[in-house]
T-cell receptor
Framework: GAVVSQHPSWVICKSGTSVKIECRSL??????MFWYRQFPKQSLMLMAT?????????EQGVEKDKFLINHASLTLSTLTVTSAHPEDSSFYIC???????????????FGNGTRLTVT | GNSVTQMEGPVTLSEEAFLTINCTYT??????LFWYVQYPGEGLQLLLK?????DKGSNKGFEATYRKETTSFHLEKGSVQVSDSAVYFC?????????????FGGGTRLMVKP
């Protein structure tokens, strides 16, 4: 079964509102979670690395005040798209790392993604 | 639904050996196919991609050909280096499937010994 749960799968919001996306690790404690964004017909782009108990590390070009990341517990990281605009419409996906299993085949587990549409 | 299946690892090779990591997929539409790489302690990076049948993606000596007839996208490199040690993920993006835009395989760890 899924080891990383991402919610919601779909969200449609009006321009100017904020949207929160949750990423939960279900059966392990994830000290590190990654947030990605995918534009249509393009590859995945890393937005930020979320570290439990500390500030997220953002990739160059990603607005920190626009995409708020909170990793308040070892099983939950949230991405909030603030004051959303149509150009923020995209597919957002998180992944979580199980440090205890990092020596095994697949240390990264992915959520199912969130399709955000801003009208 | 869509799915991606990769060979299980870890794959352990000596430097300069030939690498193949198998990847097969099932999709309802006409997906784009990707290989991503995760180096230790880092997030995913795109390695290469192919958007239609018979396309060959290549980067850093790695290649993969989109084979629609065998629904495969195997990753190959003629001569691996220690610095290639990482986890490799095969993925598909099916933009005709509104429910799930990106599907990943389980990942394959490659370990290259000097």
């Amino acid at each position: 079964g899924a080891v990383v749960s991402q919610h919601p799968s779909w969200v449609i919001c009006k321009s100017g509102t904020s949207v929160k996306i949750e990423c939960r690790s279900l059966d392990f404690q994830a000290t590190t979670m990654f947030w990605y964004r995918q534009f249509p017909k393009q590859s995945l782009m890393l937005m930020a690395t979320s570290n439990e108990g500390s500030k997220a590390t953002y990739e160059q070009g990603v607005e920190k005040d626009k995409f708020l990341i909170n990793h308040a517990s070892l099983t939950l990281s949230t991405l909030t798209v603030t004051s959303a605009h149509p150009e923020d419409s995209s597919f957002y996906i998180c992944s979580a790392q199980n440090p205890r299993r990092s020596s095994y085949n697949s240390p990264l587990h992915f959520g199912n993604g969130t399709r955000l549409t801003v009208t | 639904g869509n799915s991606v299946t990769q060979m299980e690892g870890p794959v352990t090779l000596s430097e300069e050996a030939f690498l193949t990591i198998n990847c097969t997929y099932t999709a309802t539409g006409y997906p784009s196919l990707f290989w991503y790489v995760q180096y230790p302690g880092e997030g995913l990076q795109l390695l290469l991609k192919a958007t239609k049948a018979d396309d060959k993606g290549s980067n850093k000596g790695f290649e993969a050909t989109y084979r629609k007839e065998t629904t495969s996208f195997h990753l190959e490199k003629g001569s691996v280096q220690v610095s290639d040690s990482a986890v490799y993920f095969c993925a598909l993006s099916d933009e005709d499937n509104a429910g799930n835009m990106l599907t990943f395989g389980g990942g394959t760890r490659l370990m290259v010994k000097p």
